[in-house]
């Protein structure tokens, strides 16, 4: 595993990468980059392309694929949109990805915040584009709405793995079709946004899985589809299961783009939110 997360990940340095976690630093803010110890950082961050997490940096579900802290979750910030506002403007985004740890202590689930970060972006950035990864907001439309209707450019949820082992790997609050009604429900809202998945592979799971975990998501009508390779985030973390390599992740690609998904990035080094803005254009 150790060798080959090394022949994938890129080491962070360089003047962007500095200018970067300078700006992190002057504002407090989290990003899942860095808690959940993405292989990618270093050549996102040198791109100036990184994903704010909001709502703290402990997780209240424990995912057993994921290196985000978990257990008593941190005070919500109320001053955490605005900083996240300005920390966009001093980074010169034209494209902002906002995610955040899971929230079921919350009555609304961190929704509110989710709202007022979108809504003091645009009030700074009119013209900037804004992509959401929300978690599932334990299926509470009200919740999803709030979000929904402050109008971000794409709103993703990830359904991480298969049907049958989402209940192996992902915590036991976490629900297979309640994901997929949460993408589906997203478009009913609101039918010109974009919805987005994203599926981990190399947890255990068959080749026909994955076709129809994509043939659900593309039933939900999910527009953009990330595919990419699992790696295990500690020692502690679910082994992973099989490496698959660059073919497969074709062959995955080929697949959902025949059967009607607009878009599909899948490769090893791919995750829900790589290179977010260069895959939306």
Known sequence: MDSYFAKISSLPGGKEY???KNILKKYNLNTVC??????NL???????????????????RKCLFCG???????????????KIALAVKE???????I??????????YGAGIFAQTIEKIKEILPNILIEVLIPDFMGDLRALKEVVLKRPNVLAHNIETTKRL???IRDKKADYYRSLWILKKTKEIDKEIITKSGIMVGLGEEEEEIYETLLDLKGAGVDIVTIGQYLMPSRGSYPVKKYYKEEDFKRFAEFGKKIGIRKVISGIKVRSSYLAEVYFH
Do not use: H, W
């Open 91 to 97: 980074l010169s985004l034209s494209y902002c990805v």
């Open 42 to 60: 270093g050549e996102c961050f040198n791109k100036k392309s990184l994903t704010f997490m909001i709502l703290g940096n402990v997780c209240t």
């Open 18 to 20: 500095s200018f970067l």
């Open 166 to 168: 989402t209940k192996i």
């Open 34 to 39: 860095e808690n959940a110890k993405c292989p």
């Open 99 to 108: 995610t955040s740890v899971t929230r079921d202590d919350l009555i609304d």
């Open 68 to 82: 985000v802290k978990q257990g008593i979750p941190n005070k919500v910030l109320e001053d955490e949109p605005e």
